[in-house]
């Protein structure tokens, strides 16, 4: 019989640490599918944040470095601009990236830095029991919010992905979410893309992941995913929304024809 499908080459035998219905595992699986399938695994080079996925070194078998919380665009740029032959992710959260690592994100995208960002958006702080982030969704009740997120009160939800899209050193930045199987196949391409964009030099490239948090939302995980389509969506919408190679071939920076 034909072997379709396997544990990926360089996806370490641990056992995950995350939450049943969490969507970092399945983020992790693609990275590594993809360092497999590209032949990038010596000179791939992660950076894991602080957050759920701090341990993520545990389950990539690539070089890893940890950055400082909201520090891993800085260290992504630091090593790339030493070894420029890698292949320099970061792999951050929406509490690392969107709040306390803003400035590294927002100014590392504006240089145009060839690193690539995998943007895990989970509407929370997921590790420290699920407190409001910037991404938090209006309305969405959290520890911090428990009445739910108000303008008032809190300010609005933070769009990343569209505020680095303006930014003329950003060259591909594209929102996925991993909620079904069609959905992971398209995340699984994104990061594909990105990944190759670097290694050709284009400058600096972004996937943001809209991921179940299905225990600090306090749902099943078939209803975190569900979520993910009839609410996070409409804050945070999926698609392409810079794509510089596309623009130059004469369509519109979301992959449009202009």
């Known amino acids: 019989m034909k072997k379709v499908f396997s544990r990926p080459v360089y996806l370490k035998e641990n056992s995950f640490h995350y939450c049943a219905g969490c969507g970092h595992s399945i983020v992790h699986r693609l990275i590594a599918e993809l360092v497999d399938e590209m032949g990038i695994r010596g000179i791939a080079i992660g950076i894991p944040p602080a957050g759920c996925a701090v341990l993520a070194y545990n389950y990539l078998d690539i070089d890893m470095i940890e950055a400082q919380h909201g520090r891993g665009p800085a260290l992504a740029t630091g090593l790339k601009r030493v070894l420029p032959d890698r292949v320099v992710f970061s792999y951050q959260g929406d509490g690392d990236l969107a709040a306390i690592g803003t400035a590294e994100s927002f100014h ?3 240089r145009g830095e060839n690193i690539t960002i995998v943007f895990i958006n989970n509407a929370c702080y997921g590790m420290t029991g699920g ?5 938090t969704v209006m309305g969405q009740r959290t520890t911090t919010s428990p009445e739910g997120r108000a303008p008032a009160l809190d300010g609005y939800p933070v769009q990343i992905s569209e505020i ?11 929102r996925c979410t991993v909620n079904s199987p069609a959905n ?4 699984k391409r994104a990061i594909k893309k990105a990944f190759q964009y670097q290694i050709e030099g284009r400058g600096f490239t972004l996937i943001e992941v809209l991921s179940p948090c299905p225990t600090n939302w306090k749902m099943s995980p078939i209803d975190a995913c569900r979520w993910i389509d009839e609410v996070m969506t409409k804050q945070f919408p999926l698609g392409v929304l810079k794509d510089t190679v596309k623009s130059d071939s004469g369509k519109g920076e979301d992959g449009h024809a202009g």
């Open 164 to 174: 680095l899209s303006h930014l003329p050193g950003s060259a591909y930045i594209e």
């Open 184 to 187: 992971i196949l398209k995340t």
């Open 131 to 135: 407190q409001m982030a910037p991404t």
């Open 108 to 110: 590392a995208a504006n």
